[in-house]
Structure formats: structure tokens, C-alpha cells
């Protein structure tokens, strides 16, 4: 299954590769020879800002007074 998985991940971003090199020479004849290095940065924070939210935690914090909290002491 794992073999699977990798190869869908490296057919999925080998034949990414064309459209970002397309993008990137659009990025670069619009915006100048930086278009591409600035164009990468704005995606990388975007998509850096849409996964903030799933940094929160779904279960909340078992309270330290409780039994099933407490840990024996390490000695």
C-alpha cells in the first residue's frame, strides 16, 4: 500500500512540474525576473496561513488534578 501511496505522490508532482514552470515564466514576464521567487513566497504564505487552523487541538486538555492524568512519580 505504501508503494501505492508514493507512486500516485510522485505521478501527482512529476506532472505538476510543467504547470509550475508555466506559471513561473508568466510570474517572471509579468512581474520582472523575481516574479517567480515573490510569486512562491505569497503561495507559501497563504498556504502556511490556511493551515494555522488545524493546529488546534479537537480534544481539550484532561485537568492535571484528575486521576487518569496523574503519573506515578519517576524515581
Known amino acids: 500500500m505504501v508503494g501505492?501511496?508514493?507512486?500516485?505522490f510522485r505521478t501527482a508532482s512529476t506532472s505538476g512540474?510543467?504547470?509550475?514552470?508555466l506559471l513561473g515564466g508568466v510570474a517572471a514576464r509579468v512581474y520582472g525576473p523575481n516574479g517567480p521567487a515573490l510569486l512562491a513566497v505569497v503561495l507559501f504564505a497563504s498556504?502556511?496561513?490556511?493551515?494555522?487552523?488545524?493546529?488546534?487541538?479537537?480534544?481539550?486538555?484532561?485537568?492535571?488534578e484528575d486521576s487518569v492524568a496523574s503519573a506515578p512519580p519517576a524515581w
Not at 4 to 8: D, E, K, P, T, Y
Not at 17 to 21: I, K, T
Not at 48 to 64: C, K, W, Y
Open 4 to 8: 501505492r501511496v508514493s507512486s500516485a
Open 17 to 21: 512540474s510543467p504547470l509550475g514552470a
Open 47 to 64: 498556504a502556511v496561513t490556511a493551515l494555522i487552523p488545524a493546529r488546534r487541538p479537537d480534544v481539550p486538555v484532561v485537568a492535571r
